[in-house]
Each structure stands twice: as structure tokens, then as C-alpha cells.
């Protein structure tokens, strides 16, 4: 479960240090709670990040609680997590601005994402039926999982490009993979939202499977009799 939630196998935390899990502006803030838990103080963290091997950061509950071993003073931590829910609530209950981009009846895939932690934060069902993926599913992952040509770094430089641009929209021809494994030609359209300091991008993809083979069969079929 470990493993599945942060990345890090048994090998990678024995070479590391209670605070390497958590991102560096939270460490101190970290350190001072867990000397409370190690005191006695507290034995309940609603909400701790905990930084993904891969470099995603993930939301926590934490109980924690000291024990003696071996004539050494240790600290057991019980994790449960909570991004999914954080992220979802986050970014809903404070507008009705986000919801109506969401439950607009789009005939095609929308999804609201979170610049900075690069996650989907909400999704409609034409997009997990693109995917073939569950909403629950979806909210686990970020865009550039499902673009095969994209790597995050990428992708977030083609964010911050629109976010940057005067007018706050962009455009994007790409692959989405589906969870089998199978692709298809996506055109997407997406949209800036800032909202209480936080970057939110509104991301409208259309299947352009149909379009991409009339035009190759126009292709071939103007080269043949060229």
C-alpha cells in the first residue's frame, strides 16, 4: 500500500530521513509537528504533503504515535490518502464557476486541472468514457499520463506558455492513450482560470479520429492519381 501510494519501495525509505518525503517549504512546519506526536501532544495530522517519488505531491491523514524499541525512541505514522478528496473539494466548494464548466452538457471530454500540482481536479463522463477510465481513476492521474508524447515537464511548459499569453487561451493537436493502451488524435482547447491565486486550466478535448483519416484517405488518394 506504501508503495502504491507514495512510489518508494522498503529499500528507498531505509536510506532516508523522516522529513525527505515532504516538500521542502513544509519540512520545518513537519519537523515541529512530529516532535509533538514524539512528545506525546498530538497523535492527529488532518493534512500533511507528502512528495511522490515521482514528484507529484499527495495529501495525507496522518495518526501518529511514539513507541520504544530496542532503547530507542521511534515514531509510527499511519497514512490515509486524501488527494483525491482535498483537490476535488479545493476546487469546488469555493465556486459555482468551475462546477458549470463541468456539468455544461459538452458533448465532448472536459477537464478542469490544476496547474501547479498537474492532477485533474474534475472531469465530465465523456472523458472517462474517452479514457476508458472511471472519474475515481482519473483524479489519481494528471495530463500528461494520458499523452504519450508529452512528458510533465513538457506539458507544463506549454501550460505556462497559455498562462502567460494576453489571451489566456491556447490550442493543442496531441495523442490521448487510453487505459487499454490504445490511442487517438485529440484537438484540444484550453482556457485559463485564476481563482484565489490559484492557476486552474479548462481543457476542452474533441476525438478528431474521423477527420485525421478523411484527410489521410484525401492524401493518398490525390498522390495516386497526381
Not at 522498503?10 to 518525503?21: P, T
Not at 492527529?44 to 495525507?60: A, C
Not at 490511442?183 to 476525438?207: G, S, T
Request: with cysteine.
Amino acid at each position: 500500500a506504501w508503495h502504491q501510494m507514495t512510489g518508494y519501495s522498503e529499500e528507498d525509505i531505509k536510506s532516508m530521513s523522516i522529513l525527505d518525503i515532504h516538500p521542502e517549504e513544509d519540512q520545518q512546519t513537519n519537523l515541529r509537528l512530529f516532535e509533538q506526536a514524539k512528545a506525546g501532544q498530538i497523535d492527529y495530522l488532518p493534512e500533511v504533503r507528502v512528495r511522490h517519488k515521482y514528484g507529484d505531491d499527495i495529501w495525507v491523514e496522518l495518526s501518529a504515535y511514539p513507541i520504544s524499541l530496542e532503547d530507542r525512541e521511534m515514531l509510527v505514522g499511519i497514512f490515509r490518502d486524501i488527494t483525491q478528496k482535498k483537490l476535488t473539494e479545493d476546487a469546488l466548494s469555493k465556486s459555482e464557476v468551475m462546477s458549470s464548466y463541468i456539468l455544461n452538457s459538452s458533448p465532448d471530454a472536459m477537464y478542469i486541472i490544476d496547474r501547479e500540482a498537474m492532477r485533474f481536479i474534475n472531469c465530465n463522463e465523456e472523458a472517462g468514457r474517452s479514457l476508458g477510465m472511471s472519474t475515481e481513476e482519473l483524479l489519481q492521474i494528471g495530463p500528461h499520463t494520458i499523452k504519450p508524447f508529452y512528458t510533465r515537464d513538457q506539458l507544463s511548459a506549454k501550460f505556462d506558455d497559455i498562462v502567460a499569453s494576453e489571451s489566456k487561451t491556447g490550442r493543442l493537436e496531441t495523442i490521448h492513450e487510453r487505459k487499454d493502451g490504445t490511442r487517438f488524435p485529440v484537438e484540444i482547447f484550453i482556457k485559463v482560470l485564476v481563482q484565489d491565486e490559484r492557476v486552474l486550466m479548462i481543457a476542452n478535448a474533441r476525438d478528431v479520429t474521423e477527420r485525421v483519416h478523411a484527410s489521410e484517405a484525401l492524401r493518398i488518394s490525390e498522390e495516386r492519381y497526381a
